[in-house]
């Protein structure tokens, strides 16, 4: 089979109404010839035509009663993963998920050339993570059992990806929840998260941290997941929240850095994005107090935002039933007419195919043969509550927790609390830690549930226990830094205490 | 010759050179044994004491000079910008208009602070490395008369008082300030000031002038540092109060605010107690900007964000309304633009605990912040035309002039001073050295901790091994060539390994610096001479220094005892970089620290790299022989008394 014939025609989606759409004869031709003199001189390497973009297309009429997993959902079979380029006429894209029984969610890399997304061979495979091959076969680049999704590239080049796919409305319920992975294209993943809950939807910053959604545990185990954006560094450490604390809608998606110091992401009030969806932004200066509608037009629901050239984005809006690609500005008054819009298909996970700077990377400090992690704590008497509120009541002890997989919390020991409220403990590393802050009576008087953890000889500070989102430490050397740690790390986690 | 002679012959050689070899070894290291007065020593390479020449240092060597601007002054009608160009011995004249240099003016002495008295009739220019301030006039743009002032003078202030018009001056290495009166230059007073003196401004009636230091003080190495805001009373120089900056140091510059009663100096909020476990956050350090009233009582307040930074605020510019204030961040190349009312809407607001923790809350300054202005490489000082319409800022490392509209927060133009010296790999080292983008969210650059390839005075908690008290004292960066291993460990065999991965793990916490900038950034630090080296160099000693230099040299105390040669000062600090190069036991150890062995620092411009020892424990030299002596383990110093004490330190600040 020649490339050539690897350029597939607009075809139908298999149960689609399907509009009829007028041919643009000589815009095909020029739009076919670029892309086959491209392909045939140099394979894949050259770059795609200035202001293409690669998005989803799935069918729009889709009945989704056999989907078995949250991606089964959102990409029946017979979607797929499409190269657009200006004009953007709808009847000439380019298949890049060729051969697959459904695929979706596409990332292109910083390179601007590297296309991935997530696809399933057959019914019967699981998701799997793909490299587009400019309308070749596209290539599985991870095997997980249970599958992958959500693609995203780090500095180094190195796949990100959640595992497995949950099925369908279990995301936040799993007694084994999709976590990071980082793999090396061609090697073997890594795991990169260790949260008692979901991690899933990672992005990278421009300042190489993975920001990823997780929920924040709850006392209530049946209550609904609180969702929140949290940052990993590249090799898992320094698990950080970054925003979104009960501050808005409870179900979030795909977030994505945009220009501006803005973090965009798609709002949800039913999980799955089974109810409205709309655009949602937070400002990077002050992430926990800036959550806002991201277009101050109402428009209809909202499945993805990525960031487009000039300040713009690129927005996947459902307008006449259907999910077209509009490229706004900030300050759009309304949605206008769209860049891509194919009646025939739900037009979703528009990104732009274009060279962006590489993110920044990160050199570990992991020490991967240690067993322990140390964690320090300046102050646990630092709280964002006021004092006349019990939760802000003086800690004497703390009790240091983890979950099993059934995420029932396990005691692995307890911490001296010194006397300018610092502690510090060597802790197990891989695994979820909770902490609860215990007055001089025993009382529990603050709760944080197992849901940080540490990697092996990292070495983590917090500055208070629940403590106002992003400041900084005060100038004070914590008494427990003199001190030697508190080790928690005995047999099963025995919670043998030594070094007081 | 026979194949059997050969053979033979062969072999004899190879045993003599086996001989030879063995025998040299030996006697190396018998060499290195009886000079050093240490057993524990094995071969160590020649250049560890000998061939070492400081005329042959890289530092030593000419270099390339650049118009590298300086301080500024704006002229009272606007017409004319004077830029001091420090590093080729000029100040010029720029038409604001046209952004041509009309007039140039050599000043030896590296020209650095400019101020120009209420007519514009004279420009006065502080002279770092010649310590005084020259008078010029502006009309036949020449020098008129010049004063000699306290060490490298580097900014200076003008004022009218009810005793007559009055300079005010900082001394940056002296630690003082000149107060001078003008026509003719007198000085009439010289009030100490805090560490590093390095911006001045007078308030609006001239009464009283506010002097902010570089450096901070420490009263203990675990206790937090604070640098200082100086007020003084013009007319007669007196201080009239020392407010203290906590935990706050490396401003430059300082500015009145008409029609408030604020003073506004740019600050490093610094948190060097704290394990350096992480750098997010501010973790390390932040920037901010110190509000003082009149009484010098002094908000600190956040100039970063949660999740960008923006490193080494320098100079700061304040309109005339009293509406905005501009800050130069020389580590990220941009201007941040202050709302001075939204500010004062927030301190009033805000009480007492609320603005004590202000600076940590970096949530905050998006309620003042109001813009973010690109600059080129390296914004340091900045100057307001007198109606507020254009900012000048001067691109340090770009040889040039930005012109910025305030009213559209927009540049305009530039006065191009040179080609920025991209041809110059020390000059782009520098470069390298001054810019935050290496680190995360650009949180600070090399001279964040290095002002000028020096020190900031301050020890950081280091996780390397763990967190526990890893403190290690910031060294100098100054006459670093020829002087590695590096790091108080020793473990960095070059300033390449020094600033490369190890330091992208510990401290940068991103990728480390690509090959290429590293390269130039080694080659800036090799090309750094010591402090003030082409003044102390080959100068002669005073009687006392003499005498100093003379117990360094000992080898016998005054009663014919003789100083084991292990424990005498030039055994280990030998002339002339003043370091052998090797690790030492001197009885430092700290409590719960494995290590006992310490790279011997060199001892060139040692006097201003306080505190001292690996851990920064000794504030002063004389602290490390009075408080931290052990047993003579750091030199024979029992028999000291406290002249001779003194004596060997005049003489160590000679160095």
């Not at chain 1, 670029?34 to 392909?39: C, E, P, R």
């Not at chain 2, 301030?133 to 202030?157: D, H, I, K, Q």
């Not at chain 2, 080659?523 to 230099?549: D, F, I, S, V």
């Not at chain 2, 430092?588 to 040692?606: A, R, V, Y």
Request: hydrophobic residues 40%; neutral net charge.
């Amino acid at each position: 089979m020649t490339r050539r014939a690897l350029i597939e025609r607009q075809a139908r989606p298999p149960h689609s109404a399907g509009g009829q759409q007028k041919r643009s004869a000589p815009l095909t031709a020029a739009w076919l010839a670029t892309l086959a003199g491209w392909l045939l001189v140099s394979g894949c390497d050259r770059p795609t035509p200035a202001g293409a973009i690669v998005l989803s297309q799935t069918p729009p009429t889709t009945a989704a009663t056999n989907a078995g997993d949250v991606l089964d959902l959102r990409y029946p079979p017979g979607s797929r993963v499409v190269l657009a380029a200006p004009p953007f006429q709808t009847n000439d894209v380019l298949v890049l998920s060729a051969g697959l029984l459904a695929a979706g969610e596409p990332i292109v890399a910083p390179d601007g050339r590297r296309i991935f997304f997530v696809g399933k061979a057959t019914a019967g495979d699981d998701w799997q993570i793909y490299q587009a091959d400019n309308g070749g076969r596209p290539a599985p680049v991870t095997a997980m059992p249970g599958g992958a999704m959500d693609p995203a590239i780090i500095a180094t080049g190195d796949l990100v990806f959640s595992s497995p796919v949950p099925k369908v409305g279990e995301t936040w319920a799993m007694r084994r929840p999709p976590q990071l992975f980082a793999k090396p294209i061609s090697g073997l993943p890594r795991r990169l998260t260790f949260a008692a809950r979901a991690a899933v939807e990672p992005t990278v910053l421009a300042d190489g941290r993975i920001l990823f959604v997780s929920a924040r545990p709850a006392a209530d185990a049946s209550a609904s997941p609180a969702l929140g954006l949290f940052t990993v560094n590249n090799d898992g450490t320094e698990f950080t929240a970054f925003a979104l604390d009960h501050d808005g809608a409870p179900f979030v998606h795909r977030p994505r850095e945009l220009s501006g110091g803005r973090v965009a992401l798609v709002a949800a009030d039913a999980a799955g994005r089974a109810g409205k969806t709309w655009a949602e932004d937070v400002q990077s200066a002050r992430p926990f107090a800036s959550r806002a509608r991201l277009f101050s037009f109402s428009a209809g629901n909202c499945a993805s935002v990525e960031p487009a050239s000039d300040g713009a984005v690129l927005a996947c809006l459902e307008t006449r039933g259907t999910f077209g690609v509009f490229r706004l500005r900030p300050d759009a008054t309304e949605a206008g007419t769209p860049l891509f819009f194919d009646p025939a298909w739900n037009s979703l996970d528009a990104t732009l195919v274009a060279a962006r700077p590489n993110p920044m990377g990160h050199v570990s400090a992991m020490k991967p043969t240690t067993h322990f992690g140390t964690i320090l704590c300046l102050d646990v008497n630092f709280t964002r509550w006021a004092p006349d509120d019990a939760r802000s009541a003086k800690a004497e002890r703390i009790r240091v927790l983890t979950a099993s997989d059934a995420g029932v919390p396990r005691v692995l020991g307890e911490v001296p609390v010194l006397a300018d409220g610092s502690f510090m403990a060597e802790v197990p590393p891989e695994v979820p830690l909770g902490f609860e802050a215990l007055d001089a009576q025993g009382r529990v008087v603050r709760r944080e549930p197992p849901m940080l953890w540490l990697r092996p000889g990292e070495n983590r500070s917090c500055i208070g226990c629940h403590e106002p989102y992003n400041r900084s430490p005060g100038n004070v050397r914590p008494l427990a830094a003199s001190a030697p740690a508190v080790r928690l790390v005995g047999p099963a986690g025995a919670g043998e205490q030594a070094g007081l | 010759m026979k194949p059997g002679g050969s053979v033979i012959l062969s072999t004899l050689v190879l045993i003599g050179s086996a001989g030879v070899g063995v025998g040299g070894y030996g006697w190396s290291v018998a060499h290195v044994r009886r000079w050093s007065g240490r057993q524990d020593l094995n071969f160590v390479t020649c250049d560890h004491c000998h061939f070492v020449k400081l005329e042959r240092m890289p530092w030593a060597q000419p270099r390339a000079h650049h118009p590298s601007p300086a301080g500024m002054a704006v002229s009272p009608d606007g017409r004319h910008l004077y830029i001091a160009l420090d590093d080729v011995n000029q100040v010029v004249e720029a038409d604001t208009a046209t952004r041509a240099i009309t007039r140039r003016l050599t000043i030896a002495g590296g020209p650095f602070g400019l101020a120009l008295d209420s007519q514009g009739e004279h420009l006065f220019v502080a002279c770092r490395d010649r310590d005084q301030v020259v008078s010029v006039s502006t009309r036949e743009f020449t020098p008129v008369e010049s004063l000699g002032v306290g060490t490298a003078p580097v900014a200076l202030a003008f004022c009218q008082t009810k005793d007559g018009p009055r300079l005010v001056v900082a001394n940056s290495m002296s630690d003082d300030a000149s107060v001078l009166a003008v026509s003719p230059l007198r000085e009439i007073a010289r009030p100490e000031t805090g560490r590093e003196p390095y911006g001045v401004a007078v308030s609006a009636d001239g009464k009283l002038a506010f002097v902010v230091s570089r450096l901070a003080w420490s009263p203990h190495f675990k206790t937090p540092s604070a640098s200082e805001l100086t007020l003084i009373y013009t007319p007669s120089g007196r201080v009239m109060k020392r407010a203290s900056l906590a935990s706050a140091h490396l401003s430059e510059a300082v500015a009145s605010v008409p029609g408030r009663d604020w003073e506004l100096a740019p600050l490093v909020k610094v948190r060097n107690l704290v394990p350096i476990t992480q750098v997010a956050n501010g973790w390390v350090m932040s920037s901010g900007l110190a509000v003082s009233d009149k009484l010098g009582r002094v908000v600190q307040v956040p100039l970063d964000e949660a999740n960008d930074y923006f490193a080494d605020p320098s100079g700061i510019a304040v309109d005339a309304a009293g509406r905005r204030a501009y800050v130069a961040s020389g580590g990220s190349d941009s201007i941040s633009v202050v709302d001075l009312d939204r500010l004062a809407n927030w301190l009033a607001k805000a009480d007492a605990p609320t603005k004590r923790a202000a600076a940590r809350d970096l949530t905050l300054s998006a309620q003042y912040v109001i813009d973010r202005l690109p600059t080129a490489r390296n914004p340091r000082q900045l100057a307001i035309s007198p109606d507020g319409r254009t900012l000048f800022v001067a691109e340090r490392l770009n040889d040039s002039v930005l012109e910025v509209d305030t009213a559209g927060l927009r540049p305009i133009g530039r006065i191009v001073l040179g080609d920025g010296g991209a041809a110059d790999p020390i000059r782009r080292g520098e470069r390298v050295f001054t810019q935050a983008g290496h680190t995360f969210q650009r949180q600070f650059s090399c001279r964040s901790c290095h002002p000028d390839g020096h020190v900031d005075g301050l020890a950081y908690d280091f996780d390397g091994n763990g967190i526990g008290d890893n403190f290690l004292d910031n060294r100098s960066l100054q006459g670093v060539a020829g002087t590695e291993p590096f790091k108080w460990n020793g473990l960095n065999p070059s300033l390449e390994v020094q600033c490369g991965v190890r330091f992208a793990r510990v401290l940068m916490r991103t990728d480390p610096i690509p090959p290429a900038d590293l390269k130039d950034l080694t080659t800036y630090l090799k090309h750094l001479p010591p402090p003030r080296w082409e003044r102390k160099h080959n100068q002669p000693l005073t009687p006392a220094q003499a005498r100093g230099r003379r117990l360094f040299f000992a080898t016998q105390q005054p009663d014919g005892t003789p100083i084991p040669r292990a424990r005498q000062c030039q055994t280990c600090h030998r002339p002339p970089l003043y370091t052998d190069r090797l690790m030492s036991s001197v009885g430092t150890q700290s409590p719960g620290n494995p290590h006992e062995m310490f790279d011997t620092p060199h001892l060139l411009g040692i006097g201003q790299t306080a505190p001292y020892l690996h851990d920064g424990r000794a504030r002063t030299l004389e602290e490390i022989w009075t408080t931290y002596q052990t047993n003579d383990l750091h030199g024979v110093s029992s028999y000291w008394n406290k002249h001779q004490l003194n004596e060997l330190v005049e003489f160590l600040k000679t160095l």
